[in-house]
């Protein structure tokens, strides 16, 4: 893992740093790692990731966030980049694999209403894709939604936001 993640630092090549990405996202889906991974500065290091130009190295950044975001630690660190997340989901080709990516992992970390309104300005982009996207997407955003509509103090954003 420490490898990987040097390597993912190390490297300006898109190609090896979508695979880097993949085997850190496949190796997340053991929490012993998820762990490993947070003590070696990986979520930074793949969070960085979510500003390149390169749409499927941002997709595969999220993908890794999202494995990571099983953990309540985790997530800790990971919420500084939710507005980022946001910007990505909304400025991303409607129903792209990149689009998902970016509502997965909203999905995980709004669970908890703990970074909820660090998603208040990015509703009226949810409600969009909720009437425009394939199912696919629509399915994503509900879930979404369905988080931010358990806490109460979302309930006004949610109602008020312009469709």
């Given at each position: 893992l420490q490898?990987?993640?040097?390597?993912?630092?190390?490297?300006?090549?898109?190609?090896?740093?979508?695979?880097?990405?993949?085997?850190?996202?496949?190796?997340?889906?053991?929490?012993?790692?998820?762990?490993?991974?947070?003590?070696?500065?990986?979520?930074s290091i793949i969070g960085g990731m979510l500003s390149d130009c390169v749409p499927k190295v941002k997709e595969k950044a999220l993908n890794a966030l999202n494995n990571l975001s099983m953990n309540i630690k985790n997530q800790e660190e990971i919420q500084v980049y939710i507005t980022q997340v946001c910007r990505n989901v909304e400025s991303a080709p409607l129903n792209s694999d990149l689009q998902l990516a970016g509502l997965r992992?909203?999905?995980?970390?709004?669970?908890?209403?703990?970074?909820?309104?660090?998603?208040?300005?990015?509703?009226?982009?949810?409600?969009?894709l909720l009437s425009e996207g394939t199912e696919r997407t629509q399915i994503q955003v509900l879930k979404v939604l369905v988080n931010l509509s358990a806490n109460p103090a979302m309930t006004r954003h949610l109602l008020r936001a312009q469709v």
């Open positions: 490898k990987l993640i040097h390597l993912l630092q190390a490297t300006d090549d898109p190609l090896i740093q979508e695979q880097a990405l993949i085997t850190l996202s496949n190796s997340a889906a053991f929490s012993v790692n998820q762990d490993i991974i947070r003590n070696l500065d990986g979520l992992l909203l999905t995980n970390m709004s669970v908890t209403s703990d970074y909820h309104h660090k998603m208040i300005n990015s509703i009226p982009c949810f409600l969009h």
